[in-house]
C-alpha cells in the first residue's frame, strides 16, 4: 500500500497533521521513535507546566495573609507533585494515541529513516519499507550541550533530569537566561532552592521587549535569585561553574547544575535526502515545501519558531499546500509566552527590533494595576501592559507582564492580524471585570 502522506515524528506538528490530512480523506501513517506528543508534551511544555502550576498553589498558600486566608503549617510533597505530572502526561499521551486511532492513522513506533524520494517517498522503520506520495518531516530538536571544558553529561541536568527529579535541590545553577533557564528559575526558587542564572547575553529572555524582561528579572530579584549577566561560563568542575564576566573570573558551587542553553534541529532521519539548510535548519518555503516539491517540514526542525503552537500552524500550512487547499506560513504573528509567575507574553514587533529597522512608532504604556480584576488577584507587582503602533495607528506589539497574560495575548494576535487601528480596537467591549480590559485602558 502507498500512504498518500507519511509523516516522521509524533509531536504537536506531526499527530496535528496526521488528523487533519484524514480528515481530508487521506491515507495517513505516522511514526514515532520515542512517545506521541514529542519532546512538547512528553519533555516540555506540559511537564513543566504542570509542575509550576504546582510551585503557584503553594506559593498562593503561604501568601494567603495577604488575601485575609491563613494557613499553618503549609508544605509540599514533591515526589506526589511529580506524580500528578507523570499521570497527566499519560494521560494525554492516551487521548493523542485515541485521536489517532479514531481518524484510522496507522502508527508505526520505532526510527525511521528515509531511504528514496524520487516518484515516491520510500521510508524504512523496523526492516519494514513503507510507500507515500508525500512526506512531512516533524522530527522535533534536542537539547544543545556547549562546549564547556569539564561539563560531564552524567552529573549535570538538562530539562529532562530537571522534570524527572523527585527531589528539589538545595541550591542550583542555571545556564542560559532564555524562556527555559527562566521557567526553571521560578520553579525551583519558589520551593525555595537558592538559584543562580549565568546568562551570557546582557538580558534575560533575548527576543522578549527588554524592558518586559527587566521587569521581570527585578521581581526574582526580589525573591531571591542572583543573576550574572554577560557571563561566559568556561569550566564546571563536579558542581562548581567557572564564569568570565566584566570583572574578571568567578566561581560558584550549588548541589546541582543545569544546562538551558538551547534546541538544535533533528535532522538525521534525512540526512541522505541533501535537502537544502541554512544556518543548521531545514530550509522551507513559506508554504513549508522543502527543496524537493513532494517533502514538506514542520516544527522545531524549521528552526525558525520552536514552539508548539508554531509547530501546529505550520503542520496546517504544510497540509494544506499539500492537497490543493491555498495557505501561507506568517511568523509575524507568533505569540510567545514565558511561564513565570508573574507571566510574561508577547506578540509582534519589539521596540529593540523596530530601532533596528529604523522604523517609526508610538509605544503606550499602562501598568497592569489599572485592570480592577488585576488587583483582585495580584498583590505586590504592579505589571505593565505595553502596546505598539505604526504610525497609522495600527496595532503591531504587545507585551506584557503579570499574570495571566498567556490568556489574554491571543487578543492582541488577532488585533495584529486583523491590522486593527486603536480607534477599532477602542470599539471592542471587553466584559467588566476583566484582566483583558488593561488593551484598552492602555490605548486611552
Avoid at 541550591?171 to 524562556?179: A, D, K, P, R, W
Avoid at 530550509?283 to 524537493?292: A, G, H, Q, R, V
Avoid at 505595553?386 to 495575548?409: F, Y
Wanted: charged share 20%; net charge negative.
Amino acid at each position: 500500500m502507498t500512504f498518500d502522506l507519511a509523516i516522521i515524528g509524533g509531536g504537536p506538528a506531526g499527530y496535528h497533521a496526521a488528523v487533519l490530512a484524514a480528515r481530508k480523506n487521506k491515507t495517513v501513517i505516522l511514526f514515532e521513535r520515542a512517545h506521541l506528543g514529542g519532546i512538547c508534551l512528553n519533555e516540555g511544555c506540559i511537564p513543566t507546566k504542570t509542575l509550576l502550576y504546582s510551585s503557584k498553589i503553594y506559593n498562593t498558600a503561604i501568601n494567603g495573609k495577604k488575601y485575609g486566608i491563613f494557613a499553618d503549617n503549609v508544605k509540599f510533597d514533591y515526589e506526589k507533585i511529580i506524580g500528578r505530572k507523570n499521570k497527566l502526561v499519560r494521560k494525554l499521551n492516551a487521548g493523542i494515541r485515541a485521536k489517532l486511532n479514531n481518524n484510522l492513522i496507522t502508527i508505526v513506533e520505532g526510527e525511521a529513516t528515509v531511504t528514496g524520494a524520487k516518484e515516491n517517498i520510500t521510508i524504512v522503520c523496523k526492516e519494514q519499507c513503507f510507500q507515500a506520495e508525500k512526506l512531512l518531516l516533524c522530527t522535533g530538536s534536542h537539547t544543545v550541550l556547549p562546549p564547556i571544558k569539564g561539563l560531564d553529561i552524567n552529573k549535570i541536568w538538562t530539562s529532562k533530569e530537571a522534570l524527572e527529579t523527585k527531589q528539589i535541590p538545595t541550591s542550583i545553577t542555571i545556564i542560559g537566561g532564555g524562556v527555559i533557564g527562566m521557567e526553571f528559575a521560578s520553579l525551583f526558587n519558589s520551593f525555595g532552592s537558592q538559584v543562580t542564572v549565568i546568562e551570557m547575553a546582557n538580558e534575560i529572555l533575548s527576543g522578549i521587549d527588554s524592558e518586559i524582561a527587566n521587569l521581570l528579572q527585578n521581581e526574582y530579584t526580589k525573591k531571591g535569585v542572583v543573576f550574572h549577566l554577560s557571563s561566559q561560563v568556561t569550566e564546571i568542575a563536579g558542581n562548581t561553574v567557572t564564569f568570565v564576566d566584566e570583572n574578571g573570573e568567578k566561581t560558584i558551587s550549588s548541589e546541582q547544575v543545569l544546562i538551558c542553553v538551547g534546541r538544535k534541529p533533528n535532522l538525521e532521519a534525512f540526512a541522505n535526502l541533501n535537502l537544502e539548510t541554512v544556518n543548521k535548519r531545514l530550509k522551507t518555503d513559506n508554504t513549508m515545501c522543502t527543496s524537493i516539491h513532494n517533502i514538506y517540514a514542520a516544527g522545531d526542525i524549521t528552526g525558525y519558531s520552536m514552539l508548539a503552537h508554531t509547530a501546529t500552524r505550520e503542520a496546517e500550512v504544510a497540509v494544506n499546500n499539500m492537497f490543493g487547499y491555498s495557505d501561507t506560513m506568517d511568523y509575524s504573528i507568533v505569540p510567545a509566552v514565558v511561564y513565570t509567575n508573574p507571566e510574561i507574553a508577547a506578540v509582534g514587533k519589539t521596540e529593540q527590533e523596530l530601532q533596528t529597522e529604523n522604523s517609526n512608532y508610538k509605544v503606550y504604556k499602562t501598568p497592569m494595576t489599572y485592570s480592577g480584576r488585576f488587583v483582585t488577584e495580584n498583590e505586590n507587582f504592579d505589571g505593565l501592559c505595553k502596546l505598539i503602533t505604526d504610525t497609522n495607528s495600527v496595532l503591531i506589539g504587545a507585551h506584557l507582564v503579570g499574570n495571566p497574560a498567556s490568556e489574554i495575548i491571543t487578543i492582541a494576535a488577532m488585533a495584529i492580524e486583523l491590522k486593527m487601528t486603536i480607534e477599532q480596537f477602542q470599539k471592542i467591549i471587553f466584559p467588566h471585570p476583566s484582566v483583558s480590559e488593561i488593551f484598552k485602558e492602555t490605548l486611552s
